[in-house]
């Protein structure tokens, strides 16, 4: 059951907020009681996801149309979400985006880039803004969202796998960097889940990620949400540095 003092006063932030995980997180920090910026370049989407995070909580919510990709839309997007509410409590990155599969010696460089620059370099410009607000506010917690596919390989996705993989040791030396100023960064890792990205890369054919799965169904995205505030809580408050695998049993 929701605890809604768990996030009272409480600022989120979070990115890749239009659909699936993002959307699943907005919605149940607002339910526990904070004040949520939502991200995503879709804009149409984040309009529904507004109204859902509205009804879900006290109806402070910020939205943002920016891509993360392009460093001033961050930039200037972590500043609205401060500027907006007075601070930055938690940061959840998790926009990116899924690779078209070929095998390694055939990735055009321009698709390679694509996923990077998404994936990876967005990610750590989210993150050089957000740490930079909590080290002046003395206090704050970062999730970042990799997936099963940094910690095993992927046929096909080799761009995909490579920006997962490089978010889990971002997010363990910045961890590390930030240890000592009250400040938490983890990872939490997705198997197959039921969101549109899932839809987008069986084709539609579900049934071939849901025999993937040990456990015999795919994920929801409220399985990752709940991992995202339990780390993003007190709860989660010893644990810095970890890459926590919710995935069914997948990259076992």
């Known amino acids: 059951m929701p605890n809604a003092a768990r996030f009272t006063d409480k600022v989120a932030f979070v990115t890749g907020a239009a659909s699936g995980i993002g959307r699943a997180a907005a919605v149940a920090f607002a339910a526990e009681g904070a004040k949520v910026a939502i991200l995503d370049c879709t804009v149409d989407a984040l309009q529904e996801v507004e109204a859902a995070v509205r009804n879900a909580g006290s109806g402070e919510v910020l939205t943002i149309a920016a891509d993360i990709s392009t460093p001033e839309d961050v930039e200037a997007a972590v500043k609205k979400v401060v500027d907006t509410f007075g601070r930055l409590d938690v940061a959840f990155n998790n926009a990116g985006v899924e690779n078209k599969a070929f095998p390694v010696a055939e990735i055009p460089l321009e698709e390679w880039d694509r996923i990077l620059d998404i994936n990876l370099r967005g990610t750590f410009v989210c993150m050089?803004?957000?740490?930079?607000?909590?080290?002046?506010?003395?206090?704050?917690?970062?999730?970042?969202?990799?997936?099963?596919?940094?910690?095993?390989?992927?046929?096909?996705?080799?761009?995909?796998?490579?920006?997962?993989?490089?978010?889990?040791?971002?997010?363990?030396?910045?961890?590390?960097?930030?240890?000592?100023?009250?400040?938490?960064?983890?990872?939490?890792?997705?198997?197959?889940?039921?969101?549109?990205?899932?839809?987008?890369?069986?084709?539609?054919?579900?049934?071939?990620?849901?025999?993937?799965e040990p456990v015999g169904r795919l994920g929801k995205p409220e399985d990752v949400a709940e991992a995202v505030l339990w780390m993003s809580s007190n709860m989660g408050g010893f644990v810095t540095g970890s890459a926590i695998v919710v995935d069914g049993g997948w990259s076992l």
């Open 128 to 212: 050089k803004h957000e740490l930079a607000q909590m080290v002046a506010q003395g206090s704050g917690v970062v999730v970042n969202t990799s997936s099963g596919a940094g910690i095993k390989g992927v046929p096909g996705g080799a761009a995909y796998a490579a920006s997962k993989h490089a978010i889990i040791g971002l997010t363990k030396s910045a961890a590390l960097d930030y240890a000592k100023q009250n400040i938490r960064v983890n990872a939490v890792l997705p198997g197959n889940i039921e969101t549109p990205m899932m839809d987008r890369f069986t084709d539609g054919d579900i049934q071939k990620a849901i025999d993937l």
